[in-house]
């Protein structure tokens, strides 16, 4: 091809949360990203930004993340990824119907929320506490410290270690959902 492209003009655009001229979504997406890579150990692919699409719906995941589990199957987690803004419920049914989808076809699908705000609203809980599997929640408690789980937090979840998407699927729904 690079004999075809050198009298050729590129352009580029920005795209994802570079999009529109402003960077402000970019701040949780890169913290949610930098919480899921820390303190694990297997193999987990990030990827930020995208549209997807199914046979009806279209939606954007702010996040996509994959990971091979200890069985050698496949998870995925869709997400939403705010700064201040409150989650929609169309986000909630969007991302938790693509998830839906992919458990059809045999993958492990899971549904992250996060947010720098210091906790989600009483809507957005009572939203999640409907979502099945549970999502995984993260608010400036999680995105903003050096360990996901504090001393305190560890005697209230499941999984105090081991931080793979079902395990923090439960140690949200532990800390957020059950109460």
Known sequence: M???LHDSTWVYRPSGFFAGGTSHGVIPVLLTMLRLKQD?????????SHELIAEGPRCESDLIVSEV??????????S???????????????????????????IDGHVIF????????????DLFRQMQP???LFTARELCRSALYDRSTRTRVRHSFKRGLREMAENSADLYLNA
């Open 80 to 106: 939403e990824c705010k700064d201040q803004g409150k989650i929609e419920p169309a986000d909630i049914a969007n991302l938790s119907g693509m998830a839906l989808r992919l458990a059809d076809r045999g």
């Open 114 to 125: 996060s947010t720098l705000r210091e906790e989600f609203t009483a809507s957005e809980l």
């Open 40 to 48: 694990y150990s297997g193999q987990r692919i990030l990827l930020s």
């Open 69 to 78: 589990l200890d069985d050698g199957r496949v998870a995925v987690a869709l």
């Open 2 to 4: 690079t004999p075809f």
């Open 134 to 136: 549970s999502p995984i």
